[in-house]
């Protein structure tokens, strides 16, 4: 089974791509283009595809987005540019997503190179993480001219992107094709290496012009009574596992997975793609108030998971959870092989000397108290998305850069 | 993104790149030609001007479109004549667009009734600062029978009116031809005779776009008439072409300037004008439907060209497929290619077997349990009209055979299209 979970869902042809550009109805001030987190401009390169200029639309994608082939794949769309599509007012807005992997596959295929490293202004800058926000500040930088050292804790770059969404929504070779798109254009990464432990802060401020910390959230949150069971695993420690093993790993006989955000339903439905029988899922919110996205929930939903909404674990006794419902007087108890937590992530910045309040910065924007030390991703305030990450990656590097004054390669 | 020079000599006058509006409305006032500046455009021919004594009077509404399935403007027929605005109005315009677009190339477009318009008009878009003329002999639907393409297919009167402009002026002057003539090249002959410099085509097609099956006229509507009237866009491409190429073959012409008119939308088409001798391109229809944006993909797309071709000037790939293009008769008939078909991909629609029987040979069998089609190969002739419909893609050119009783390899027949599908 673990090809279903290796195995992304077919894309366009050059045909069915043009059908659908043919769709778009080229507006005027496009708000698809305007409601883009990451300013990719989809009005622009769905122009170009139209014109058979396949190539000018990877360049618009590239330019703006650093992780443009991955933003194709995971990107929240129905909240972002397709929620403002102007063809929603004939039928259903045009596939960008689906477009824009057409392009970048394209783009791949056409071993294209498209970002340029600046000249060298001869400054440096840290980065801790190697999440989207990292890897496109990186970016960002390098084309400005900085030298750029990037610190990543695992064995693998890419934070959530390696780590965490599955395979068969993303890819690992299209992750490591875009990371390679990086390195090959001069960031150095150093990888295993977790900043207050390996190197202490102090010492990266004081080898670099600037650090960021773009660390994410990258620990999975706990509820007491599911602490020291066997029984249960984080939603983040299986999805990781499972990604790093391409989904070749002991499967249980059953699970409960307890949560209803996009992490649960990828647990779900990773847990059914590779053959887990009976999965069910228990989730805090009823489904007019669900928090994962509308694809997602499909996905779940086609895989013919169970989901019970609107129930909160009340207590534990081994593989055993019992559940009361949060508005009506019922309770139920399952018992399953394996019980996983999807109920939040959060942040572990030990030794970075930032402060941070429920996860984010306390203040908007990525300065800190340090004026060498920024933040980035999603420990600054704003959506949690990649597309969120890729945006700020690219402010904080511009602002460092208007502070550094190195920006003559603009 | 890719940045490579696409600047290009025509007739004398140095262009910035080869994109140019085609005389009608798009460039029809200065605010027009202004922003189409501002967004790329490398040279301009404005609203065709005619003297002061023609009154224009337009018919409301002055367009139909030719549309297939869900596709508009297919093609593009208007009932339109010269320009609208004042004599001096157009001069002023054309004289400010030179001051502060120094430049770009502002190309007048003029149109008289008899050899004094045609000296005066020239001498004054001179004065008003234009780099070049071009004079329009091919406007199918003028009210005046002195004027248009009843004078583009007079040679004699090409001729006669080409001198009355060189008269007029000593600006560099291209003639606008039209297709509405089954050889151009005795009319581009008498224009060069007459001095022009090079040709612009091509200028619409006579055309009865769609008629209205309750009214029964013709569209557009016309207080219920109508009139034949000039077609235009993409489905005119294959005739301009088929013109421009005609004229660069003919004994004499070979290196004619040419600007490349008709159905122009995006790089590719603009290659392909470009392949088959034009020099610089101009573009209405495509611009109506869509607006001068479609430029800028023009533009990089035709730079991404030149970069995987290898080719630094433009002016280096101008008429390179010409000596690509023969008669009929001097085609290799030698072979034929069968097509194959590509089961993995084939999704068992099922329009092939019925185009080749209903369109062709009946050489293809359908097996109704899988729905899947064969070629029977002693029935093909290898038309590969197959391929033309398969909606994915599943037919390409396979067994390349000779024909029975003739020489040659059939290893070395080149068959395959690069072109995107
Ligand atoms: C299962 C899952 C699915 C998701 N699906 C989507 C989706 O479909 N679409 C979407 O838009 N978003 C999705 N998200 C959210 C998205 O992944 C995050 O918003 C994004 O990854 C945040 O990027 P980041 O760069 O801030 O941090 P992260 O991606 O979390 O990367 C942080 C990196 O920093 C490293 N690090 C941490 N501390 C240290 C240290 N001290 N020293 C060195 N390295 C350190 C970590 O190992 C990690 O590699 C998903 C998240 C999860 C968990
Ligand atoms: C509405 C309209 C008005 C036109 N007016 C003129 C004109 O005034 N002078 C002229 O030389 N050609 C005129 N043309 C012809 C165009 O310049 C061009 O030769 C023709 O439309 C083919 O190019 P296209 O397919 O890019 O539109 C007109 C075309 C259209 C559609
Ligand atoms: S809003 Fe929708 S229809 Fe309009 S340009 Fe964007 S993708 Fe096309
Ligand atoms: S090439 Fe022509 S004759 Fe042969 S199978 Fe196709 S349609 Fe039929
Ligand atoms: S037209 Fe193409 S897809 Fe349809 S049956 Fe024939 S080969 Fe298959």
Redesign the interface.
């Given at each position: 089974m673990t090809k279903k979970y290796q195995t992304e869902a077919p894309g366009y042809?050059?045909?069915t791509v043009m059908e659908e550009a043919?769709r778009c109805l080229?507006c005027h001030d496009a708000p698809c283009s305007q409601a883009c987190p990451a300013h990719t401009d989809p009005a622009k390169f769905i122009?170009?595809v139209r014109?058979?200029?396949?190539?000018?639309a990877a360049?618009t994608i590239r330019?703006n987005n650093a992780l443009g082939a991955i933003c194709a794949r995971v990107c929240p769309t129905e909240k972002y540019c397709e929620l403002a599509c102007s063809r929603s007012g004939i039928d259903v807005p045009i596939d960008i997503g689906g477009i824009q992997r057409y392009v970048t596959d394209f783009e791949q295929a056409a071993d294209m190179h498209?970002l340029k490293k600046g000249n060298s202004n001869g400054m440096n800058v840290a980065i801790i993480g190697s999440g989207p926000s990292g890897l496109q500040a990186a970016v960002t930088l390098l084309e400005k001219g900085y030298g750029v050292d990037l610190y990543e804790r695992q064995a693998k770059a890419g934070g959530y992107l390696t780590y965490g969404i599955p395979e068969y929504r993303l890819p690992s070779n299209i992750v490591d094709y875009e990371i390679k798109r990086i390195t090959d254009m001069g960031a150095n990464i150093h990888l295993n290496t977790t900043i207050g432990e390996d190197i202490t802060m102090d010492q990266l401020k004081a080898d670099n012009d600037a650090v960021i910390v773009a660390i994410g959230a990258s620990e999975s949150k706990v509820l007491p009574m599911f602490e020291n069971n066997d029984a249960v695993e984080t939603a983040v420690s299986f999805l990781a596992r499972t990604k790093d093993a391409q989904g070749n790993i002991d499967l249980p006989k059953d699970a409960i997975v307890i949560g209803g955000g996009d992490v649960a339903m990828d647990v779900v439905t990773t847990l059914k793609k590779l053959g887990v029988k009976h999965v069910t899922d228990a989730a805090y919110e009823e489904f007019d108030e669900f928090r994962a996205s509308k694809k997602e929930l499909a996905g779940a939903e086609a895989e013919g998971v169970t989901i019970l909404d609107g129930y909160i674990p009340d207590s534990i006794d081994g593989h055993t959870v019992t559940f009361k419902h949060r508005h009506m007087n019922s309770k139920l108890t399952i018992e399953a092989d394996k019980i996983i937590l999807a109920i939040g992530q959060t942040v572990n910045a030990n030794n970075l000397g930032i402060r941070l309040e429920h996860g984010e910065s306390p203040s908007a924007g990525y300065k800190t108290r340090d004026e060498k030390v920024f933040i980035t991703g999603d420990i600054a305030q704003g959506d949690k998305t990649v597309v969120y990450a890729v945006q700020k990656g690219k402010e904080v590097a511009d602002e460092i850069d208007s502070i550094l004054g190195g920006n003559h390669n603009d | 993104?890719?940045n490579k020079d696409l600047s290009i000599d025509f007739m004398g006058v140095h262009f910035e790149n080869p994109f140019c509006l085609s005389s009608s409305p798009v460039g029809n006032c200065y605010d027009m030609c202004a922003k189409a500046f501002d967004e790329g455009w490398g040279g301009i021919v404005f609203k065709t001007i005619g003297p002061e004594h023609f009154k224009v009077d337009e018919v409301s509404p002055r367009f139909d479109e030719l549309t297939k399935e869900?596709?508009p403007f297919v093609g593009f027929k208007n009932m339109e004549q010269i320009a609208e605005h004042p004599l001096d109005e157009n001069l002023a315009d054309l004289k400010k667009l030179k001051q502060n677009y120094p430049d770009k190339v502002v190309i007048a477009s003029i149109m008289g009734t008899n050899e004094e318009d045609w000296v005066e008009l020239a001498r004054l878009v001179e004065e008003a600062g234009a780099d070049m003329i071009e004079m329009n002999l091919s406007c199918p639907q003028m009210t005046s029978h002195e004027m248009g393409s009843d004078v583009g297919t007079n040679p004699k009167l090409v001729q006669k009116y080409c001198e009355a402009v060189k008269r007029g002026s000593s600006l560099p002057m291209m003639a606008k031809m039209t297709p509405n003539i089954t050889d151009m090249v005795p009319a581009a002959k008498a224009a060069l005779a007459g001095g022009a410099d090079g040709i612009a085509t091509i200028n619409t097609v006579k055309s009865i776009s769609n008629v209205d099956l309750e009214k029964k006229t013709a569209l557009p509507i016309v207080n219920g008439k109508s009139s034949v009237s000039g077609f235009s866009g993409k489905a005119v491409k294959p005739i301009a072409l088929r013109f421009i190429q005609q004229l660069r073959v003919a004994a004499g012409l070979e290196q004619l300037p040419i600007s490349g008119i008709g159905g122009i939308?995006?790089?590719?088409d603009a290659v392909e004008f470009i392949l088959m001798g034009s020099t610089t391109l101009q573009v209405t229809t495509s611009v109506m439907q869509?607006g001068y944006?479609?430029v800028?993909?023009?533009k990089?797309?035709l730079m991404?060209y030149m970069e995987e071709q290898g080719v630094d000037h433009l002016a280096d790939l101008v008429g390179l497929a010409n000596k690509n293009i023969v008669p009929a008769e001097d085609l290799d008939r030698n072979y034929k290619v069968y097509p194959e078909i590509d089961w993995d991909k084939c999704i068992g629609c099922g329009r092939c077997f019925i185009s080749c029987y209903d369109g062709a040979h009946q050489a293809i069998s359908w097996d109704d349990k899988i729905r899947r089609p064969t070629i029977d190969t002693s029935k093909c002739v290898g038309c590969h009209l197959c391929a033309l419909v398969c909606?994915?893609?599943a037919i390409h050119p396979g067994k390349i055979v000779m024909k029975p009783g003739r020489e040659g390899d059939p290893e070395k027949v080149d068959v395959v299209s690069q072109r995107?599908?």
């Open positions: 042809t050059m045909t043919a080229l122009r170009s014109f058979r200029n396949i190539k000018g360049e330019e498209i | 993104m890719i869900g596709t939308e995006t790089w590719e869509y944006r479609i800028e993909d023009m990089n797309g991404h909606p994915v893609g995107l599908h």
